[in-house]
């Protein structure tokens, strides 16, 4: 079956990760900018950062028949630094028509603080001003549901946001429904220690519904396996549903969301 990763971090995992996703069957994947495992220094980091995700890693992914998609900000942990966020996010659009971006992400909440959320807001601007689609990371562990209420809160004061355009990511049992009752898209994460594993991720398909839901690998520096996906798709087998049931998730939810980004251009598999 084919499917997409919507959320994976290539820049930290080996080429052979890419061609094991192909074997399969990864098509296109999209990848959040994130922390790179220390809080950068200047603002020309995070310019070469968006150089590997705009030239460097599209390349990477078509060498194997997969379709790299990216989005760009300062990430959650390093937004404390209110002077270097600002930096960043002035200098995002530089970037903006690289005809790989969907948006704006993944932006959002680390710890719950002040300067977070004032980031956070100051990206969704950029966004509103621009018209990009959003994604959004939602705090770890015990910080998660307040932060995701948080994060919903937020949103739904400005009349301009379109809840159809964002997608609030790293839901789990206790903050899925926070998300989807109020109409955003949201994203389950497969982590091999915290977030969802295949299991508990059918269990909330089960719970809520395969609309405007979707599953990630969200593979990073640490433990994570960048299969989760097909991991996801065996479970969902085991259970008995169908390939189409299967498929809406792990292909045609992404692409409906996706798709709704200008620069979006993506090639159906022969």
């Known amino acids: 079956m084919y499917y997409i990763d919507p959320h994976i971090h290539m820049v930290s995992r080996v080429t052979d990760d890419y061609e094991r996703m192909a074997r399969m069957g990864c098509v ?3 990848e959040p900018a994130f922390w790179a495992g220390y809080d950068r220094g200047s603002v020309d980091g995070f310019r070469d950062y968006f ?3 705009t030239e460097f890693e599209p390349k990477r992914a078509a060498s194997v028949g997969i379709q ?3 989005w760009l900000c300062i990430n959650a942990k390093e ?7 600002r930096e960043v996010i002035a200098m995002v659009p530089e970037f903006l028509d690289k005809p790989n971006v969907l948006g704006i992400g993944e932006i959002g909440l680390n710890k719950n603080t002040k300067n977070e959320a004032q980031i ?3 990206h969704m601007e950029l966004a ?3 018209d990009e689609l959003i994604l959004i990371h939602t705090p770890h562990l ?3 549901y307040k932060g995701t209420r948080m994060i919903v809160d937020m949103l739904r004061d400005d009349p301009r946001i379109k809840p159809e355009r964002v997608l609030i990511d790293h839901v789990e049992e206790h903050t899925v429904r926070v998300a989807k009752e109020h109409g955003f898209w949201c994203a389950m994460t497969l982590y091999p220690v915290t977030k969802c594993t295949p ?4 269990d909330i398909i089960e719970m809520v519904g395969n609309d405007k839901i979707m599953v990630n690998s969200a593979g990073d520096w640490g433990p994570s396996n960048p299969t989760a996906v097909p991991d996801f798709i065996q479970e969902m087998r085991k259970r008995g549903y169908t390939e189409a049931k299967i498929r809406k998730i792990v292909y045609d939810n992404p692409l409906e969301f996706f798709r709704q980004s200008k620069r979006f251009k993506f090639r159906e598999p022969a």
């Open 199 to 202: 299991s508990r991720a059918v």
């Open 28 to 30: 296109a994947m999209s």
């Open 142 to 144: 015990a910080d998660k």
């Open 120 to 122: 956070f807001w100051e």
């Open 51 to 53: 150089r590997q995700l």
């Open 68 to 70: 790299h998609y990216t």
């Open 128 to 130: 509103l001003k621009t």
């Open 79 to 85: 937004a404390e630094n209110i002077s270097l966020s």
